[in-house]
């Protein structure tokens, strides 16, 4: 059985279905979809997924899109160990966390990291004609609340707040489930913990890990979790060197506004 996955990697729907294929321990052929030279509007990926969105996956001919439902799919198609609770609470609460993080917080990611780190590429000099093409069909396509307010105004900007507090929420939600159970849905490893993985270590990576300075739970599931192979090699190790030297670094410069915004003195 063949398996290609159209991909980009810092793209966190993307990290997390690396994840799950290498805990499953299945060989596929990788192909970079180049978002600084917008790849994903070319007419062989368009025909592929006419969203122009990653990751999409190609199982023996078959079209699989959108990250939650290619994991869903791996773990259900392929042999191996198992990542969709038998218990049908654990199951449930396994779908409740998957789901809330593709309607509250995939929208609200990229707002922190553009706000944060990836505005400043958009600002300045130094780029590429074929970035500068990207940026700009992504201003014409994106919502103003996701992009422009994220650039022009940046940490000031009201959607840069609401964003904040929403992952502020998650983590404390994480917090109060790792009080019953040593993983998020249940005792067991599953598909609530792999989706969720790639968001908090943006969150990491943008050097906001003191958001979880009073969350030993959450810190602690961030140890065990990130030190997996499926981790390391799917998602930390994967990274551009570009993008997360620019995370890193405009990630400290903006820490003393975010501590203040959730810490207000």
Known sequence: ??????????????????????????????????????????????????????????????VITESTVINQYVDEVFSGPKFVPQNPYARAKQRLWSRTIDHLHFPALPILSFSIAFRHGMRGAGRSASENAFFEEKSKKASALQFEDSIVYDLDSPQFAKSLFGFNDLLHNMEESLQKTQWLACDDFTLADIDIAPYVRRLITLKLEGMMDDLPRVRDWCSRIYERESCQVAMIKAHSPKWLASMEKHGVDAWPTVKKLLRPE
């Not at 596929?28 to 592929?48: G, H, N, S, T």
């Open 1 to 62: 059985m063949s398996i290609v996955l159209y991909d980009n990697e810092e793209s966190v729907c993307c990290q997390k279905v690396r994840i799950l294929l290498k805990e499953k321990g299945l060989e596929y052929e990788l192909r970079r979809i180049a978002f600084e030279d917008r790849d994903q509007f070319k007419p062989d990926f368009v025909k592929i997924n006419p969203l122009h969105r990653v990751p999409v996956m190609i199982h023996d001919g078959k």
